[in-house]
């Protein structure tokens, strides 16, 4: 049985991804410093910041494992302002080095791993728009946190890595934000005011095809470093994502025609690339408000 172990399983992304990998019938241990809430996975404690124990935890681990078939890479302080800046930055490029590095020490091959919406430009605003709408892939990151800059150059770092070893295979998930059902009910009062979520374009993801996007990469690795924006297909807004737009965003080109609550985060190279499909849209857990 493939083997897959999930860094920051404990977390609110990993418990979705070690449950659908669970589900999907992989062998999976979740590796964190704190222990998860519920016992679905195997697993170990480990500290990325320490480059001894991830290389360890990767070559095996007595009574639990002995062999790692691919990784995939969540374990981070999830956002700016949780921590200070430095803190945030030096946990998580930190850890995501140790990890690439443990990953080809171990001659681990495959390894998904977070990236965030972050490193398109957030927060956006009239002030400081996104370059064209929907956004993609296709240009410069533009982060302005030291959270997001830890992203922007972990994408940097994966390509380096991948240079160094052909045939490793880095796939970097930047996930639009992260939501669990019970986060739907404060969805509805958005609406009222479209600057209330402005900031990453009324974008969310939902753990469930955070995990399915995950495991979608999985077994679409192929040699190199890539990054797909990962986010549900629609926005958290009722208006037309087209109206939104342009009254928030005027000067913006709008590069193609748009769905009626069509994500502006693009998804399109997901979809082409991994088969992405996303599944789960609040609308089907929160009330909507009447039109
Ligand atoms: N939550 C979001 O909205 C969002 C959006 C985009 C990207 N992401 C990224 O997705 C990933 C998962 O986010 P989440 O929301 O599940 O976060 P979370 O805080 O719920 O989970 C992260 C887990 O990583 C673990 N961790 C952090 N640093 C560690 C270290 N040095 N050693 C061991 N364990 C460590 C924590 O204990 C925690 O269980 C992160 O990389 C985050 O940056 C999250």
């Given at each position: 049985?493939?083997?897959?172990?999930?860094?920051?399983?404990?977390?609110?992304?990993?418990?979705?991804?070690?449950?659908?990998?669970?589900?999907?019938?992989?062998?999976?241990?979740?590796?964190?410093?704190?222990?998860?809430?519920?016992?679905?996975?195997?697993?170990?404690?480990?500290?990325?910041?320490?480059?001894?124990?991830?290389?360890?935890?990767?070559?095996?681990?007595?009574?639990?494992?002995?062999?790692?078939?691919?990784?995939?890479?969540?374990?981070?302080?999830?956002?700016?302002?949780?921590?200070?800046?430095?803190?945030?930055?030096?946990?998580?490029?930190?850890?995501?080095?140790?990890?690439?590095?443990?990953?080809?020490?171990?001659?681990?091959?495959?390894?998904?791993?977070?990236?965030?919406?972050?490193?398109?430009?957030?927060?956006?605003?009239?002030?400081?728009?996104?370059?064209?709408?929907?956004?993609?892939?296709?240009?410069?990151?533009?982060?302005?946190?030291?959270?997001?800059?830890?992203?922007?150059?972990?994408?940097e770092?994966a390509g380096q890595?991948c240079r160094?070893?052909?045939?490793?295979?880095?796939?970097?998930?930047?996930?639009?934000?992260?939501?669990?059902?019970?986060?739907?009910?404060?969805?509805?009062?958005?609406?009222?005011?479209?600057?209330?979520?402005?900031?990453?374009?009324?974008?969310?993801?939902?753990?469930?095809?955070?995990?399915?996007?995950?495991?979608?990469?999985?077994?679409?690795?192929?040699?190199?470093a890539?990054?797909?924006?990962?986010?549900?297909?629609?926005?958290?807004?009722?208006?037309?994502?087209?109206?939104?737009?342009?009254?928030?965003?005027?000067?913006?080109?709008?590069?193609?025609?748009?769905?009626?609550?069509?994500?502006?985060?693009?998804?399109?190279?997901?979809?082409?690339?991994?088969?992405?499909?996303?599944?789960?849209?609040?609308?089907?857990?929160?009330?909507?408000?009447?039109?």
């Amino acid at each position: 049985m493939t083997h897959i172990v999930v860094t920051g399983g404990s977390g609110k992304l990993g418990r979705a991804v070690v449950a659908d990998l669970v589900d999907h019938g992989y062998q999976v241990t979740n590796l964190d410093r704190r222990p998860p809430a519920d016992a679905v996975s195997g697993y170990v404690q480990v500290d990325f910041t320490d480059y001894g124990q991830i290389l360890a935890a990767l070559l095996g681990v007595d009574d639990r494992y002995d062999t790692v078939d691919a990784v995939v890479h969540l374990a981070a302080i999830p956002a700016p302002g949780l921590t200070t800046n430095t803190a945030t930055f030096t946990n998580n490029i930190t850890s995501t080095h140790h990890v690439f590095a443990a990953a080809r020490a171990a001659g681990i091959k495959t390894v998904v791993w977070a990236s965030s919406e972050t490193v398109l430009g957030l927060p956006f605003g009239p002030e400081s728009p996104p370059p064209y709408i929907p956004v993609d892939e296709e240009y410069h990151p533009r982060p302005s946190t030291s959270y997001s800059l830890s992203k922007t150059l972990e994408e940097e770092m994966a390509g380096q890595f991948c240079r160094w070893d052909p045939e490793l295979s880095l796939t970097g998930l930047r996930f639009s934000n992260v939501m669990d059902p019970a986060d739907y009910a404060a969805f509805p009062a958005f609406d009222a005011d479209p600057a209330t979520r402005m900031w990453n374009l009324w974008g969310y993801i939902d753990a469930r095809d955070g995990a399915q996007a995950i495991r979608l990469a999985l077994e679409a690795a192929r040699p190199g470093a890539d990054i797909f924006i990962i986010a549900a297909a629609d926005t958290v807004m009722s208006r037309s994502s087209a109206s939104l737009a342009a009254e928030v965003f005027p000067d913006v080109s709008i590069t193609r025609d748009l769905g009626e609550r069509e994500t502006l985060l693009g998804i399109d190279k997901a979809r082409r690339i991994l088969g992405f499909a996303p599944q789960h849209s609040w609308r089907e857990h929160a009330a909507q408000p009447a039109d």
